[in-house]
């Protein structure tokens, strides 16, 4: 599992939209920015200003992962396609934290490069590949987007492996950021960051 941060997010257009709202215009000082969006999108939960910031990240996970996150329609979604690629790279799974199903897992792995190296069609091969196969995507989210996607995805009832990716997502934020999500963050920030 892997996560990058591929833009570099600002809290400027945040601003400028409740700045907007109140014909206040926007502030230059970014610790009076981060209050007035903290009062407005947080305290008083007008968070349809916090769609004025896009964050893009790149994800290398299992097949599971992206099969939730894609269940947030209101991301953007860039994935790589075994149907082109999968005889042109590694077929890696992530492991399942359990030994007998990751041996079986290996097993399917040696079964599905056997028919790769048989010349099969990637459109068919590709119909054995598991859901622990592992694929790269980008995804864009908006901060009112997610916060929701943080709210499902870091509760201790989400599967395993997208909490997992919702927290590598959640370090990967500028620090001065952080303060959009942390009621989005389960029982303290000390377990993610910790």
């Known amino acids: 599992m892997k996560v990058e941060l591929l833009n570099r997010p600002t809290l400027e257009f945040i601003d400028s939209a409740i700045g907007e709202c109140y014909d206040k215009g926007k502030y230059s000082d970014i610790k009076k920015a981060s209050k007035r969006i903290n009062n407005v999108a947080n305290v008083y939960k007008h968070s349809s200003v916090l769609e004025f910031t896009n964050v893009i990240f790149q994800i290398t996970a299992s097949t599971k992962v992206l099969l939730e996150m894609t269940r947030h329609r209101h991301a953007n979604y860039a994935c790589k396609s075994s149907r082109y690629t999968l005889d042109k790279g590694e077929v890696i799974f992530e492991p399942t934290g359990d030994n007998e199903i990751d041996l079986i897992m290996e097993d399917l792995k040696i079964k599905i490069l056997d028919q790769i190296s048989k ?21 864009q989210f908006n901060y009112r987007s997610l916060q929701n996607f943080f709210k499902l995805r870091l509760d201790r009832n989400a599967h395993f492996q997208i909490r997992e990716v919702a927290e590598a997502m959640y370090n990967s934020l500028p620090s001065e950021h952080k303060f959009l999500f942390e009621d989005c963050v389960y029982n303290s920030k000390d377990e993610i960051n910790g």
């Open 119 to 139: 010349g099969k069609k990637n459109d068919v091969v590709s119909l054995m590949l598991p859901q622990c196969y592992q694929y790269r995507w980008q995804v």
